[in-house]
T-cell receptor, first 116, second 111 residues
């Protein structure tokens, strides 16, 4: 595809439910990143994939959060037993030149999650 | 832990004026620094990327400088236009491949 795509664009759920957020990176990009943007806060790093493995999961805020990536392409971020503080925009990015000093991350439009 | 600060948080300027947006970071061990633009309800668009060994980058009306030793970057937008109204985000890339972001400069250009 032409860019990073994410689905759904908006998700409203009830407290305690599980949600899955999907990211389709740019074709050929080996690295994939998840970030969270909460109201009034900056973007917060969650997790990074190199291929299908996640060398850095340190940004996940709790064990309710998990992510996987299959076939070196699509990634799913799962939030179990959602809480109101999980409400945020979840942004996915991908990049080609991992570790290179000119590596640029390209971002998707985000998924706005609202937990009632 | 890397901390990125952007000042001012918000500003309004008349059309035609030059914009100056400031970014500072606490740890100078960075790979690169990027400036992004974010429009309401949209994702981030990369504007300029400055490698750690570079001092500045230019693209059209945009110019970004980097002083790594002092932990500062400045984004200049010449002859601002209403279409420049957006939030501008500064991000530094560290050795762990993650980006550390500031909270942004929210810009309104008044016609």
């Amino acid at each position: 595809g032409a860019g990073v795509s994410q689905s759904p664009s908006n998700k409203v759920t009830e407290k305690g439910k599980d949600v899955e957020l999907r990211c389709d990176p740019i074709s050929g990009h080996t690295a994939l990143y998840w970030y969270r943007q909460s109201l009034g806060q900056g973007l917060e790093f969650l997790i990074y994939f190199q291929g299908n493995s996640a060398p850095d999961k340190s940004g996940l805020p709790s064990d309710r959060f998990s992510a996987e990536r299959t076939g070196g392409s699509v990634s799913t971020l799962t939030i179990q037993r959602t809480q109101q503080e999980d409400s945020a925009v979840y942004l996915c990015a991908s990049s080609l030149l991992v570790g290179h000093i000119s590596d640029t991350q390209y971002f998707g439009p985000g998924t706005r999650l609202t937990v009632l | 832990k890397q901390e990125v600060t952007q000042i001012p948080a918000a500003l309004s300027v008349p059309e035609g004026e030059n914009l100056v947006l400031n970014c500072s970071f606490t740890d100078s061990a960075i790979y690169n620094l990027q400036w992004f633009r974010q429009d309401p309800g949209k994702g981030l668009t990369s504007l300029l990327l400055i490698q750690s060994s570079q001092r500045e980058q230019t693209s059209g009306r945009l110019n970004a400088s980097l002083d790594k030793s002092s932990g500062r970057s400045t984004l200049y937008i010449a002859a601002s236009q209403p279409g420049d109204s957006a939030t501008y985000l500064c991000a530094v890339k560290e050795g762990n491949n993650r980006l550390a972001f500031g909270k942004g400069n929210q810009v309104v250009v008044i016609p």
